[in-house]
């Protein structure tokens, strides 16, 4: 038999334990009985039978979570799959977010989230300078900011061409118009050009994901 690491089972049962009681919470303030979320588990076309999520909620299965049951619970219960994960957000609540790495749950939803490298923790190992460095420029992180500045760019560029038709043909204010929008319009393709290169540092690719590629690998 492998030994068993103490610490990292010790946190494997903790987080599952928080998930396992955030499916209980979540189920319950939803007045759902365990069969009825295992109907609407059934529905979302992966059933979970009502003794998993018995042995889930009261966390008797080792500390074994499937990545699909997050996801699906998740989607059953109408809450984001990090709530489930880190119940404790808003609450100032803290918890152990890596073995032995004990902070607040809302920084754990911030690094899910995607807005920062790595939640502010107690005990974090320390890191070599070479992940330093990538902690510091985080492609990850970068490529989700992009996003969602590119985003807001986009809603920006149609209030931009709405405000531009409302003007008339000539005019100070058509000249102004015209540079806020080519100034909009060069700020969107840098964005995209930083997303193409995020992805590309983040996978090693063009990250296209060709069908092509994934079955090489198989």
Do not use: C
């Not at 049962?13 to 979320?37: D, H, I, P, Q």
């Amino acid at each position: 038999m492998p030994n068993i690491d103490e610490g990292a089972k010790e946190f494997e049962l903790a987080r599952a334990g928080w998930f396992g009681r955030a499916v209980s919470w979540r189920r319950k303030a939803l007045n759902l009985t365990a069969s009825e979320l295992s109907r609407r588990t059934d529905e979302l076309g992966y059933p979970i039978s009502r003794g998993a999520i018995a042995k889930i909620e009261s966390n008797l299965r080792s500390g074994k979570i499937d990545v699909a049951e997050v996801l699906v619970l998740s989607a059953a219960l109408d809450i984001p799959p990090v709530l489930l994960l880190f119940p404790q957000f808003s609450t100032d609540g803290s918890g152990a977010v890596l073995p032995g790495v004990l902070a607040k749950e809302d920084e754990a939803v911030l690094w899910m989230s995607g807005q920062v490298p790595l939640p502010q923790g107690d005990n974090m190992p320390a890191l070599s300078l070479e992940r330093e460095d990538r902690i510091v420029r985080n492609d990850g992180v970068q490529l989700v900011v992009a996003m969602r500045t590119l985003e807001e760019a986009l809603e920006t560029r149609i209030s931009l061409v709405h405000h531009l038709q409302t003007l008339k043909a000539d005019g100070a204010d058509v000249a102004d118009a015209n540079r806020m929008l080519e100034i909009n319009n060069e700020l969107i393709r840098n964005l995209r050009q930083q997303i193409r290169e995020a992805r590309e540092s983040l996978w090693g690719v063009d990250a296209a994901f060709a069908e092509t590629e994934t079955k090489d690998d198989e």
